[in-house]
């Protein structure tokens, strides 16, 4: 691959980035180069050659056909304009990278605002290096796996840091890309190297493993690391060598909007004649339709193969395993997911407000930036405690009461803490069930107050607005959320109470009354339809 890639580059130069997919003189010395190299790696690989492609003429179709459909059919994304309309290597690299560590475990469309605003504030590597790691956070904040923030500002700075060494410019390879960059692994490291610098390589993220599974047939468990292995050979062999990056887009967006995970749009799919999966599909429902139209009741006993296999690592683990309400969907095989571990956390929200004139302030505490258990590091949280083991709301109240002294410095006093409730969050391992509590202080605290947010850094007090704008994560959003509806529930009680109990004579009046049906039908028997309609949960 080192000759091609060497040649590719010396080329690249001179081709233009949207090459017409046609087949150029170009086009076809750098295929057939590439195969003769990469075939004799497929052969190596035992039991590869029925999971394979054919030949040549199989990897050209599927690389014009999957070329031609991109082009008509991408997406219009903003780090795909960048890759192509930016001059600058180093620039568009950059771009390159914050779209794929964003978009991992992330949907698109939640990305692009953040892209958009993290590319207005931080255009380039450099300005992101000069950036604090809380203002990294607090721009993250909301996009989740908090970790990719992290380690993409570590990168930031460590390549700014080191620069020199590569003359001002980014290294152009997957390799000493995966080594420089924290965080950065063999995918994002080739996604970089392919669509940045043309780099022929390929790349192999979860929609590349749907398209390459289904397309080879390949049923075995797409984890392992023998398959994991087997799918980047295919990848490295299928790219097309004079478009690459183009390529391994194109890849990744026929896993995406076409080759889905449910509900594949198989008629849509431009490498359709070239999918194993497919191709199994349709022979099953010819091998039933003909048992049906010949009248046999006998049951299906087994899924007739395309082409003899044999039992191998790479295929279903066995032709039961085969699901026929599936079709391609028996494509790929994961393992069960192992269950996420389940965690209860105690959080209170605490509350001050000066007098009555100012605005309620709530007190942050930051979590540690290191350590063992890193979970949300760096983050901004209400006082939180994980707890090893159930409790009473009575002990729960007082570890929260001993935690609050702590953090505050003074005595903590049990007159104003309440119970809110409970909050559940999910997270990629954990199931995290928070205990929720309120307490508030008054203007007689307010010294105490003052003097903590002075002296610690790592605690801080923020009104309402300036709480959504802190680095804080979607749980303690939602924490927030029960907190504040819980509050205006309580409050809309309260002034209820007293129009209820009133006070003199009209007091009196409120008493002697009885309560009424509500005009509005509220004490007549439902319809059919409104009984059956189902209630309306407010989010937490």
Known sequence: MSKLRATVMGRKTSLKRKENVKDSPQRKRLCHKQIKEELPRIVSVKEIGYHSFKDLTEIHSIRMNLLSWYDKSKRELPWRRMAVTESDLNKRAYAVWVSEIMLQQTQVATVINYYNKWMQRWPTLQDLAKATLEEVNEMWSGLGYYS????????????????????????????????????????????????TFGQVTGVVDGNVVRVLCRTRGI?????????????????????DPVRPGDFNQAMMELGAIVCTPKAPLCSECPVQAHCRAFQQVMKEREAVSKRLLDNTTSKLTSIPDIEQCGSCSLCLPDKESWDSSLGVMNFPRKPAKKPPRTERTLTCVVMWKRDADDAEKYFLVQRPKFGTYCLLAGMWEFPSILLE?????????????????????????????????????????IHQTYHVYSNSFNDANANTVEQEETEHPSVRWVTKDEFHQSAVSTAMKKVFRLFTHSSMNEKLFDKGDKRECGSGKNGEEQKGRKHKAPKDGGGRQLSMDRFFRPAVKEPL
């Open 148 to 195: 990719r923030g992290r380690r993409l500002h570590e990168g930031a700075q460590k390549v700014s840091e080191v620069l020199s060494e590569f003359k001002g410019e980014m290294p152009k390879n997957a390799e000493e890309l995966q080594k420089l960059l924290p965080g950065v692994g063999r995918y994002t490291a080739s996604a970089i190297a392919s669509i």
């Open 219 to 239: 049923g075995a468990d797409s984890n392992s690391p023998p398959v994991t292995e087997t799918l980047w050979i295919l990848a490295n062999i299928l790219v």
């Open 389 to 429: 083991a159930e409790l009473t709301e009575k002990k729960q109240k007082h570890i929260i009461l001993d935690r609050l002294t702590e953090l505050l410095g003074s005595s903590v006093t049990e007159a104003n803490l309440q119970h809110m409730g409970e909050v559940v969050h999910i997270f990629s391992h």
